[in-house]
């Protein structure tokens, strides 16, 4: 009796481990799957920006020598502050209309043109400079975390500037440096950051945006043997993530 009764429980065993490793496997494939729809969603996404972006640049070609007409009657007619108005008009729409990202690196791709489209939105002044870079080490979770929280933080800080009715501008910088690959993300600042919050520690009560999101920078820069930096300078805060090629 007591050796059936191991038996049975040696069984069992068995069919745990088998069953353990079955369910594994069918969230490693799960997962799989859904990173490939992702990445077909997110490919049909970027060809239609792609679209649209060349069918707003082709109406703004078609329609220029008619704005350049309009321009040049009021200046004919002696309306200076007609035409300036009317050429602001012109630059404005030309800010609207941006260039998509293409990196080569969908995840990055996707990330860029979601949070700089954001940041141009809420009229914050962008200036990208990305070049094609795979951050093979990262798994694929660390950088969108990483790359999402680093812009969110620029966005979030940029918005309240604005909301002090400064000058909102971001600056983006992805590229190889010696060994690694690199991230830095500047937005202006009227006011210093640091001097109040040299830790840039935040409760649910801190107003200071920089805050958010810091730790898990942190943590991710060093899971990857990274390092990570965050500064002031020229009226602009800085944060920096290198990770070892």
């Known amino acids: 009796m007591i050796g059936r009764k191991a038996e049975r429980e040696k069984e069992f065993e068995e069919l745990s481990k088998k069953y353990d490793k079955l369910y594994s496997d069918f969230q490693e494939l799960k997962f799989s799957l859904g990173e490939m729809k992702a ?14 972006l060349h069918e707003s640049m082709r109406s703004l070609k078609h329609d220029m020598k008619n704005h350049l007409m309009v321009t040049l009657s009021y200046l004919n007619d002696g309306d200076e502050e007609a035409a300036r108005a009317y050429i602001s008009q ?27 489209s954001e940041a141009r939105t809420n009229g914050i002044d962008v200036k990208a400079e990305v070049e094609n870079l795979a951050f093979e080490r990262m798994e ?13 933080n620029a966005i979030c800080a940029s918005l309240l500037e604005k909301e002090r009715d400064k000058s909102a501008e971001m600056i983006v910088k992805v590229y190889k440096n010696i060994g690694y690959d690199s991230i830095v993300v500047k937005n202006r600042i009227s006011e210093s950051v640091l001097e109040d919050n040299p830790e840039l520690t935040t409760t649910k009560e801190d107003s200071d945006e920089h805050g958010k999101g810091v730790p898990q920078i942190r943590d991710i820069a060093e899971k990857y043997e990274g390092m990570y930096d965050f500064y002031e300078e020229d009226g602009y805060f800085i944060s920096c993530v290198f990770i070892p090629i």
């Open 39 to 52: 990445s077909a969603d997110e490919i049909e996404k970027q060809g239609e920006e792609i679209r649209q």
């Open 90 to 116: 012109i630059i404005n729409k030309l800010n609207a209309i941006h260039s998509y990202i293409e990196t080569g690196n969908s995840l990055l791709n996707h990330i860029l043109n979601e949070k700089l």
């Open 140 to 152: 694929s979770m660390d950088f969108s975390a990483l790359l999402t929280n680093m812009l969110d």
